[in-house]
């Protein structure tokens, strides 16, 4: 029978091994087949059976021979089996390692960083440098995701060859300075484990990280507030450092001689008084906002910051957040309370509040309740210790015996602590003695022992009844507690004590070692105070000892013996017997075992474990003087103003500006004066200004002519009109108006060419508005039409390439609201090209345009010279077929290629529209249910008026101001550039700053996304 079970076993094994190697088979020629969609399905079910944690490491060969697969998609799944199995298979992976090397220049930036990251995973030295060099391309890489990858690699690359540590301190240098918040975590964690100790590379990115911070993913916002933590406690001084020295002068002496007071009275006088830094106060704004995180280390991370590094009046901020976690799930349950109760011992006044929180529920585990009632042990004070008490007492009825003998434990230590309930623990505990657990009972006369050692002379009745449980209680550590009370206060028992050595001799033999000490130590005590009655039961005793099977104990009797029977051998030492074994001891002093953790940093495996893990930093000393806090300035850059727009950007003082603006007027003077023909050409081009000025003007006036002959009906409309006039010109008069600061001719002559432009525009714009108006009812409200222009002065520049990534050319785009003149249907986007470098840059082009479907571009003519330090403007118009898709292109020159995107807000997909009011609650009525979508908000305080609200939201959205009879809503009206869909929207305010925004739109996903870009203008 055996036999046969054994034989069906085997076949069982032998038919799965052929099952699971025939569908092996299966999946080979599947990556062998010359379909990429057998190929595609083929990698999904491998990639599926690893996550299942099913082996595939013989497919290895199949699968690294697609590697070089044009699928994209099947290049990706390929990556992702190989980052799993190059480092078992290195020797295969080093075949392939051509083929990664061609996928880091993978036009695709999932590709770039798949072939990265597989190419760190093979642990072999000898691809060291192409390692290097892949990771130095990569940090320069135009995609942020490709150069998280490479901060990935590092630390990779250095557990590989730490002799490489300088070149990859180079390069993470470099990639701190990144202004990508997806870059930002993974480098700062490159930092940690390549070089913690250069806190120097920290200095000039210290701010960038901290205002960064709210925006980097939370694996990341972990790893930069630990890391900055660390950097603050080198570079500012002790917010507490004031209190700290209340607590020493506290602790001097009393009597002091006059001229250490006088001495002290200099001292403080050379003190000068804390003043924060700005930068330690700017790390302590940026993460408070992040207390509120739904990620539970993050919150963690937050709260030892403000512990480490907060004034003491401003920790008390993080307790709702920790107490908020203990919601959480009890593995976060677990490590928050590890840190509470650390925090609890120094700072009790934060959680006192919250002191019901951390009462103890049924459901949680055991670990769990001890360190709830750690906690509540810590905050327990003359206030709110009857309440603990109490809740102690139902504690002790549980059936967790380990939970118990916990609180018995908390009761000791607050009876200990608070002076006023130590006779009522300690009848409470005695009551304990009498109860059916035997456990109960010795961990109740563990505790009573130590209470007792503090007034023992007014407990003689206490003890007596103690030592009537020898009999019953047989937990060792409770029986050596009760005979070591009986021996050290024996003088308030003299009857019961010989009777209890008596008892204990008998049972001598039988007992635990730690009872025989126990009963030793006993017999040598009542032989120095009652030798009659215990001298032959003493020798007995130690006569037992003597053939103990434990050393100790036969060693503690012969030096017993020694000592208290005197003997022509004893030594000096006998005489000093008694005070050797009866002298007084002080009483134990019962503390938190959590005291002392605070020396490592809260949140850390260190001081999880009360020990030091592999990898741990120390947390620094506050310095003694404050480091010189101008190693974090950086220099800022000039601003940059392109052509009609105002490029948002970090710019230096204005003192400085002033001075480089006379500086360079200083310069077109001495060259005016040296060169006639520079004059020359000056006067032309200003009377070619002048002319033009006249002619604008000739064409006001007769704009003014045209107007003056038209018939109005109403009074009403004689006096829109009139605003009107008065509006244009005063439009036409901002425009004409020269620069104030002198900047250089050839922008100053397009500039006016743009105003002219503009000018024209609006001409029409007002003839429309006019014949519009003249539709309106009697009793139409007479409004400013000059809030219906869009604020076309301040639109906001993005960055399109970096100088350092376009080594020296840099180039800003704006979408400028102004109508595309090739095709209607396009967005204009107006580029900046600025030239950084020492050398001419020639040939600015366009490649490789890759859209989605439906998109079109209009390229910008090309640039054939830019010189150093100059300036240069184009404008492209680009059909975003009503989304916000990127358009992707390549940059060209005559010497590389960038590859660059332009992604619009939704704002910008739309253009003008003007309605009246009626037409505008027509059109509204026919685009409800479905096509609108309504949010309630609180408007910002300083947004809270009709004027700002209509900045604020034609900023956000190319939309016009609609004409409305009521003083509590704006109306504005556009639509799309591309399929010319109506958008509608309706800003209704109430009192005290409640507004409700609605939004008509045929587009849903235009609403949508548009919603959220108006209710963020309008609520920060």
């Given at each position: 029978?055996?036999?046969?079970?054994?034989?069906?076993?085997?076949?069982?094994?032998?038919?799965?091994?052929?099952?699971?190697?025939?569908?092996?088979?299966?999946?080979?020629?599947?990556?062998?087949?010359?379909?990429?969609?057998?190929?595609?399905?083929?990698?999904?079910?491998?990639?599926?059976?690893?996550?299942?944690?099913?082996?595939?490491s013989?497919?290895?060969?199949?699968?690294?021979?697609?590697?070089?697969?044009?699928?994209?998609?099947?290049?990706?799944?390929?990556?992702?089996?190989?980052?799993?199995?190059?480092?078992?298979?290195?020797?295969?992976?080093?075949?392939?390692?051509?083929?990664?090397?061609?996928?880091?220049?993978?036009?695709?930036?999932?590709?770039?960083?798949?072939?990265?990251?597989?190419?760190?995973?093979?642990?072999?030295?000898?691809?060291?440098?192409?390692?290097m060099?892949?990771?130095?391309?990569?940090?320069?890489?135009?995609?942020?995701?490709?150069?998280?990858?490479?901060?990935?690699?590092?630390?990779?690359?250095?557990?590989?060859?730490?002799?490489?540590?300088?070149?990859?301190?180079?390069?993470?240098?470099k990639?701190?300075?990144?202004?990508?918040?997806?870059?930002?975590?993974?480098?700062?964690?490159?930092?940690?484990?390549?070089?913690?100790?250069?806190?120097?590379?920290?200095?000039?990115?210290?701010?960038?990280?901290?205002?960064?911070?709210?925006?980097?993913?939370?694996?990341?916002?972990?790893?930069?507030?630990?890391?900055?933590?660390?950097?603050?406690?080198?570079?500012?001084?002790?917010?507490?450092?004031?209190?700290?020295?209340?607590?020493?002068?506290?602790?001097?002496?009393?009597?002091?001689?006059?001229?250490?007071e006088?001495?002290?009275?200099?001292?403080?006088?050379?003190?000068?008084?804390?003043?924060?830094?700005?930068?330690?106060?700017?790390?302590?704004?940026?993460?408070?906002?992040?207390?509120?995180?739904?990620?539970?280390?993050?919150?963690?991370?937050?709260?030892?910051?403000?512990?480490?590094?907060?004034?003491?009046?401003?920790?008390?901020?993080?307790?709702?957040?920790?107490?908020?976690?203990?919601?959480?799930?009890?593995?976060?349950?677990?490590?928050?309370?590890?840190?509470?109760?650390?925090?609890?011992?120094?700072?009790?006044?934060?959680?006192?509040?919250?002191?019901?929180?951390?009462?103890?529920r049924?459901?949680?585990?055991?670990?769990?309740?001890?360190?709830?009632?750690?906690?509540?042990?810590?905050?327990?004070?003359?206030?709110?210790?009857?309440?603990?008490?109490?809740?102690?007492?139902?504690?002790?009825?549980?059936?967790?015996?380990?939970?118990?003998?916990?609180?018995?434990?908390?009761?000791?230590?607050?009876?200990?602590?608070?002076?006023?309930?130590?006779?009522?623990?300690?009848?409470?505990?005695?009551?304990?003695?009498?109860?059916?657990?035997?456990?109960?009972?010795?961990?109740?006369?563990?505790?009573?022992?130590?209470?007792?050692?503090m007034?023992?002379?007014?407990?003689?009745?206490?003890?007596?009844?103690?030592a009537?449980?020898?009999?019953?209680?047989?937990?060792?550590?409770?029986?050596a507690?009760?005979?070591?009370?009986?021996?050290?206060?024996?003088?308030?028992v003299?009857?019961?004590?010989?009777?209890?050595?008596?008892?204990?001799?008998?049972?001598?033999?039988?007992?635990?070692?730690?009872?025989?000490?126990?009963?030793?130590?006993?017999?040598?005590?009542?032989?120095?105070?009652?030798?009659?009655?215990?001298?032959?039961?003493?020798?007995?005793v130690?006569?037992?000892?003597?053939?103990?099977?434990?050393y100790?104990?036969?060693?503690?009797?012969?030096?017993i013996?020694?000592?208290?029977?005197?003997?022509?051998?004893?030594?000096?030492?006998?005489?000093?017997?008694?005070?050797?074994?009866?002298?007084?001891?002080p009483?134990?002093?019962?503390?938190?075992?959590?005291?002392?953790?605070?020396?490592?940093?809260?949140?850390?495996?260190?001081?999880?474990?009360?020990?030091?893990?592999?990898?741990?930093?120390?947390?620094?000393?506050?310095?003694?003087?404050?480091?010189?806090?101008?190693?974090?300035?950086v220099?800022?850059?000039?601003?940059?103003?392109?052509?009609?727009t105002?490029i948002?950007?970090?710019?230096?003082?204005?003192?400085?500006?002033?001075?480089?603006?006379?500086?360079?007027?200083?310069?077109?003077?001495?060259?005016?004066?040296?060169?006639?023909?520079?004059?020359?050409?000056?006067?032309?081009e200003?009377?070619?200004?002048?002319?033009?000025?006249?002619?604008?003007?000739?064409?006001?006036?007769?704009?003014?002519?045209?107007?003056?002959?038209?018939?109005?009906?109403?009074?009403?409309?004689?006096?829109?009109?009139?605003?009107?006039?008065?509006?244009?010109?005063?439009?036409?008069?901002?425009?004409?108006?020269?620069?104030?600061?002198?900047?250089?001719k050839?922008?100053?002559?397009?500039?006016?060419?743009?105003?002219?432009?503009?000018?024209?525009?609006?001409?029409?714009?007002?003839?429309?508005?006019?014949?519009?108006?003249?539709?309106?009812?009697?009793?139409?409200?007479?409004?400013?039409?000059?809030?219906?222009?869009?604020?076309?002065?301040?639109?906001?520049?993005?960055?399109?390439l970096?100088?350092?990534?376009?080594?020296?050319?840099?180039?800003?785009?704006?979408?400028?609201?102004?109508?595309?003149?090739?095709?209607?249907?396009?967005?204009?986007v107006?580029?900046?090209?600025?030239?950084?470098?020492?050398?001419?840059?020639?040939?600015?082009?366009?490649?490789?345009?890759?859209?989605?479907?439906?998109?079109?571009?209009?390229?910008?003519?090309?640039?054939?010279?830019?010189?150093?330090?100059?300036?240069?403007?184009?404008?492209?118009?680009?059909?975003?077929?009503?989304?916000?898709?990127?358009?992707?292109?390549?940059?060209?020159?005559?010497?590389?290629?960038?590859?660059?995107?332009?992604?619009?807000?939704?704002?910008?997909?739309?253009?003008?529209?003007?309605?009246?009011?009626?037409?505008?609650?027509?059109?509204?009525?026919?685009?409800?249910?479905?096509?609108?979508?309504?949010?309630?908000?609180?408007?910002?305080?300083?947004?809270?008026?009709?004027?700002?609200?209509?900045?604020?939201?034609?900023?956000?959205?190319?939309?016009?101001?609609?004409?409305?009879?009521?003083?509590?809503?704006?109306?504005?009206?556009?639509?799309?550039v591309?399929?010319?869909?109506?958008?509608?929207?309706?800003?209704?305010?109430?009192?005290?700053?409640?507004?409700?925004?609605?939004?008509?739109?045929?587009?849903?996903?235009?609403?949508?996304?548009?919603?959220?870009?108006?209710?963020?203008?309008?609520?920060?």
């Amino acid at each position: 029978m055996l036999i046969y079970i054994a034989h069906y076993h085997k076949q069982v094994i032998t038919n799965f091994q052929c099952f699971s190697s025939l569908r092996h088979d299966d999946l080979k020629e599947m990556l062998d087949s010359n379909k990429d969609s057998l190929k595609l399905e083929a990698m999904k079910r491998i990639v599926a059976m690893i996550a299942r944690g099913k082996n595939t490491s013989d497919l290895f060969p199949a699968v690294v021979k697609n590697v070089a697969c044009k699928n994209i998609e099947v290049k990706k799944l390929v990556y992702v089996y190989l980052v799993r199995y190059a480092e078992e298979q290195q020797d295969l992976a080093l075949l392939s390692i051509s083929t990664f090397q061609r996928g880091l220049k993978d036009p695709n930036q999932l590709i770039r960083a798949s072939a990265l990251r597989v190419l760190s995973s093979i642990r072999v030295t000898i691809i060291v440098p192409i390692m290097m060099l892949a990771i130095k391309e990569a940090a320069s890489d135009m995609s942020p995701y490709v150069r998280k990858t490479a901060a990935h690699a590092i630390p990779k690359l250095y557990s590989l060859d730490p002799e490489q540590k300088d070149q990859l301190i180079e390069v993470i240098e470099k990639l701190l300075a990144d202004k990508t918040t997806l870059v930002a975590g993974s480098v700062v964690m490159a930092f940690e484990e390549v070089c913690p100790e250069r806190i120097d590379l920290i200095h000039k990115n210290y701010r960038k990280l901290c205002n960064l911070l709210i925006d980097v993913e939370e694996w990341g916002q972990v790893v930069i507030i630990n890391m900055l933590t660390r950097y603050a406690r080198t570079q500012f001084l002790n917010p507490n450092m004031n209190e700290s020295l209340l607590e020493e002068g506290s602790d001097k002496t009393f009597y002091g001689s006059d001229e250490d007071e006088d001495e002290e009275e200099e001292e403080e006088k050379d003190k000068k008084p804390y003043v924060m830094d700005p930068d330690h106060r700017l790390l302590l704004r940026n993460t408070k906002p992040l207390l509120q995180s739904r990620n539970a280390a993050v919150v963690m991370a937050v709260a030892q910051l403000y512990f480490h590094l907060a004034p003491k009046a401003e920790v008390g901020v993080i307790a709702k957040a920790l107490v908020r976690l203990l919601r959480s799930h009890s593995e976060v349950q677990y490590v928050v309370l590890q840190n509470v109760a650390t925090m609890s011992i120094k700072r009790r006044g934060m959680f006192e509040p919250y002191l019901k929180s951390f009462y103890i529920r049924s459901t949680d585990p055991t670990q769990i309740k001890v360190l709830k009632l750690e906690v509540l042990t810590n905050l327990a004070n003359e206030t709110n210790i009857s309440t603990i008490l109490r809740e102690f007492q139902t504690y002790i009825k549980s059936m967790d015996k380990d939970f118990v003998a916990a609180t018995i434990q908390a009761i000791g230590r607050c009876a200990t602590n608070i002076g006023e309930v130590r006779d009522t623990c300690l009848n409470g505990l005695v009551q304990l003695l009498s109860n059916r657990d035997e456990l109960v009972v010795a961990e109740s006369v563990v505790v009573i022992k130590k209470l007792l050692q503090m007034q023992p002379e007014k407990h003689s009745d206490i003890i007596k009844h103690m030592a009537k449980l020898t009999d019953n209680i047989q937990v060792p550590m409770a029986r050596a507690s009760i005979l070591w009370l009986i021996g050290e206060y024996c003088e308030h028992v003299p009857k019961i004590a010989p009777d209890v050595l008596r008892k204990m001799a008998k049972s001598f033999t039988n007992e635990e070692d730690i009872v025989k000490l126990q009963i030793i130590n006993l017999a040598a005590k009542l032989y120095l105070t009652n030798s009659k009655q215990t001298k032959l039961l003493t020798q007995y005793v130690l006569n037992l000892a003597k053939y103990d099977q434990n050393y100790d104990i036969r060693d503690r009797a012969r030096f017993i013996r020694q000592l208290i029977v005197p003997t022509e051998k004893s030594g000096a030492l006998s005489k000093y017997a008694k005070k050797l074994f009866l002298a007084l001891k002080p009483a134990p002093v019962l503390e938190s075992p959590f005291k002392d953790r605070d020396h490592f940093q809260l949140g850390s495996l260190s001081h999880l474990l009360n020990a030091k893990a592999g990898g741990y930093q120390e947390l620094p000393d506050w310095p003694e003087a404050a480091p010189d806090p101008s190693v974090r300035n950086v220099e800022v850059k000039d601003s940059v103003r392109a052509v009609g727009t105002v490029i948002y950007r970090d710019t230096g003082s204005s003192e400085e500006e002033e001075r480089k603006h006379e500086r360079k007027s200083k310069q077109r003077k001495s060259e005016s004066e040296s060169e006639s023909d520079e004059e020359e050409d000056s006067e032309s081009e200003s009377s070619q200004t002048e002319s033009e000025d006249s002619e604008s003007e000739a064409e006001v006036k007769k704009k003014k002519k045209v107007l003056k002959k038209t018939h109005f009906k109403h009074s009403n409309m004689n006096i829109c009109m009139y605003s009107c006039q008065c509006s244009f010109i005063s439009f036409q008069a901002a425009e004409s108006k020269p620069p104030s600061k002198p900047v250089k001719k050839d922008n100053k002559k397009e500039k006016k060419e743009m105003s002219l432009l503009d000018l024209d525009d609006c001409k029409l714009f007002f003839l429309n508005l006019f014949f519009k108006l003249s539709a309106l009812k009697e009793n139409t409200k007479v409004m400013a039409l000059t809030s219906t222009i869009s604020p076309s002065s301040a639109l906001k520049s993005y960055e399109m390439l970096h100088r350092i990534t376009g080594e020296g050319l840099s180039v800003e785009y704006c979408f400028s609201r102004q109508p595309f003149s090739p095709d209607a249907n396009m967005v204009a986007v107006q580029m900046q090209f600025t030239n950084n470098a020492t050398s001419d840059t020639k040939n600015l082009h366009m490649e490789d345009v890759k859209l989605q479907s439906g998109m079109r571009v209009k390229e910008f003519p090309e640039i054939e010279l830019l010189p150093a330090g100059e300036m240069v403007t184009a404008v492209m118009g680009i059909d975003f077929c009503d989304s916000t898709q990127a358009a992707n292109f390549q940059l060209c020159t005559h010497t590389r290629k960038f590859f660059v995107s332009i992604q619009p807000p939704v704002g910008e997909l739309m253009r003008p529209v003007f309605l009246t009011e009626n037409e505008f609650k027509k059109e509204q009525g026919q685009l409800m249910g479905m096509n609108e979508i309504t949010e309630k908000i609180t408007l910002d305080v300083k947004c809270r008026n009709e004027h700002s609200i209509v900045q604020r939201v034609i900023t956000a959205a190319n939309l016009s101001r609609v004409p409305c009879g009521s003083d509590k809503e704006c109306r504005f009206a556009g639509r799309t550039v591309t399929s010319s869909s109506l958008v509608l929207v309706t800003v209704a305010t109430k009192e005290e700053g409640a507004a409700k925004l609605t939004i008509n739109c045929e587009k849903m996903v235009i609403g949508t996304m548009l919603v959220k870009d108006i209710l963020l203008a309008l609520t920060q």
